[in-house]
């Protein structure tokens, strides 16, 4: 690796692109766990509750209602959001060997900021929905749900904590990259 | 580490002179974005923080505040930190210390807008289908002022928000070009 007739600058310059590269690939892996967790986490979210409404003579009429993560939108973005970026993260993993080219690397980081952006977004609409069914809002006469639906959600809450560890390590992530490609920037003038 | 190896100095010339009309180009449109950026951050704080509206049901008066959910107080707040951020950054002169900074916050600000407008954009799609599995009804029927000074927030918030994400792409083209200090 230490090239002993090139310049002093390559063999200072090498270890450190090498630090960057290996940090991207764990930061990369890392968000596509927590992405894939906060998908699978909310997508099988659901929780039913059987009542009992009225008593008929002696047959009590039950009644089931049920907590999903379809019936709210936001949670629905959430899902596909992090669905997608998880799919992203693998594929850019699994296409590392054919992304050497600087310019195929600046499109995969204009893509990990577009990714990053519907993490972001998804994890801010779950978490607004989150807070209000679990506090409610007494104004507007909408009651807090998570009293009645306990495990719906923690498993909410626990989903809504992984995409929000996944798009802080995204955000390293997307800085990092920047670093790396002007670092490559440097490196490449002087070959 | 060495910087860049001397080129030629003819070809330093001319590539100078082609990059500094198209670069003077950009710079007075990107100054403009940030120009907008001020007047969008503005328009948004300003229209949610007038959303007032109430209503009588049964004797009863139903008032509808920005205050009143968390979701559109956070949209106000980083509207707010963004139209300062904005306006600091305009009397900013471009030296290379204050320009690294400048693109850091750049970015941070553009997610933080990001953020906020989903945030307030699902409180905004609850308010007005509301949520039958869950007994929230919708509220825009009976305070159709605040939901309309809402919407017009949430729309200045989206055209900030793009422009924050233009004035990102620019400082990456900037941090990638072969001349960034």
Redesign the interface.
């Known amino acids: 690796m230490a090239d002993e007739n090139g ?3 390559e063999t ?2 090498r270890p450190w692109h090498q630090t960057v590269t290996l940090l991207l690939v764990s930061l990369r892996l890392a968000a596509l766990v927590a992405t894939s967790t906060a998908a699978g986490l909310m997508a099988f979210n659901k929780e039913t509750k059987t009542v009992t409404v009225a008593v008929v003579g002696t047959n009590p009429i039950l009644q089931s209602f ?2 999903a993560f379809q ?4 949670f629905v973005y959430f899902v596909l959001a992090n669905a997608i970026a998880s799919l992203y993260n693998l594929l850019a993993m699994l296409l590392r060997p054919c992304l050497k080219n600087r310019g195929r690397q ?1 499109l995969v ?2 893509l990990d ?1 577009v990714v ?2 519907l993490v ?10 989150a ?3 679990k506090n409610g ?1 007494k ?5 807090p ?1 998570c009293d009645r639906f306990e495990a719906f959600c923690i498993r909410g809450g626990v989903a809504l904590v992984a995409a929000f560890i996944g798009a802080v390590l995204l ?1 390293l992530m ?2 990092l990259s ?1 670093v790396g ?2 670092c490559k ?2 490196t490449s ?2 070959n | ?5 001397p080129l030629p100095t003819l070809q330093i010339s001319t590539a100078t002179y082609n990059l500094t009309g198209m670069a003077k180009v950009l710079r007075v449109f990107f100054l403009l974005l940030r120009l907008l950026a001020v007047a969008a951050t503005l328009c948004a704080v300003v229209i949610m923080a007038t959303s007032h509206d109430s209503t009588t049901v049964f004797g009863i008066t ?4 920005f205050q ?4 559109l107080v956070f949209f106000v707040v980083a509207n707010g930190i963004a139209f300062i951020y904005s306006l600091i950054v305009l009397f900013v002169p471009s030296t290379s210390l204050l320009s690294r900074s400048i693109i ?1 916050f750049d ?1 941070i600000l553009a ?1 933080l807008l ?10 905004a ?3 007005k289908k509301g ?1 039958s ?5 919708p ?1 825009c029927d009976r305070v159709p002022n605040f939901c309309d000074h809402v919407m017009g927030a949430m729309i200045c918030g989206c055209v900030a928000v793009i422009t924050f ?1 233009l004035i ?1 792409l620019y400082d ?1 083209h900037q ?2 070009s ?1 001349k ?1 200090p």
């Open positions: 310049k002093q600058t200072e310059s049920t907590a019936q709210t939108p936001a600046v980081h204009l900021m990053f952006a972001v977004t998804g994890a801010a609409a779950a978490a607004s929905m807070e209000l069914g809002n104004y507007a006469r909408w009651n749900i955000l997307n800085a920047v490609l002007t920037n440097v003038n002087n | 580490m060495e910087t860049v190896l139903l008032e509808a505040k009143h959910t968390p979701a850091v970015v997610m990001t953020a906020a407008i989903a945030a307030a954009g699902a409180m799609q609850l308010g949520n599995h869950a007994g929230w009804f509220i994400l990102v990456i941090v990638l072969p960034f």
